[in-house]
């Protein structure tokens, strides 16, 4: 068994800040990317942010230069710093482990950025 537990969400104004964890526990033999994705209310989840075993990373268009991912291989925790909220980055964030060839989910943590 794999669990996810995430934090750090919660209710921001536009142009504040967040910082969103998620650490990863159980029987996991070698985490080949993490990463956060998102759903807004009546939109399809989307891909936010990921990073691989390499350390490369790849941002969704709409957050490059304002979220950065980064993770603690010792801890198996990703982070997810996200600065100059905007309304729209506003939905439920949740954490997406790949450990080939099983792919883990979070329960979500909801973000809210008021305008």
């Known amino acids: 068994q794999v669990q996810l537990v995430e934090s750090g969400g919660g209710l921001v104004q536009a142009g504040g800040s967040l910082r969103l964890s998620c650490a990863a526990s159980g029987s996991i033999f070698a985490i080949n990317a993490m990463g956060w994705y998102r759903q807004a209310p009546g939109k399809q989840r989307e891909s936010v942010a990921v990073?691989?075993?390499?350390?490369?990373?790849n941002y969704a268009d709409s957050v490059k230069d304002r979220f950065t991912i980064s993770r603690d291989n010792a801890k198996n925790t990703v982070y997810l710093q996200m600065n100059s909220l905007k309304p729209e980055d506003t939905g439920v964030y949740y954490c997406?482990?790949?450990?080939?060839?099983?792919?883990?989910w979070g329960q979500g943590t909801q973000v809210t950025v008021s305008s």
């Open positions: 990073i691989v075993s390499s350390g490369r990373t």
């Open positions: 997406n482990v790949v450990a080939i060839p099983n792919r883990y």
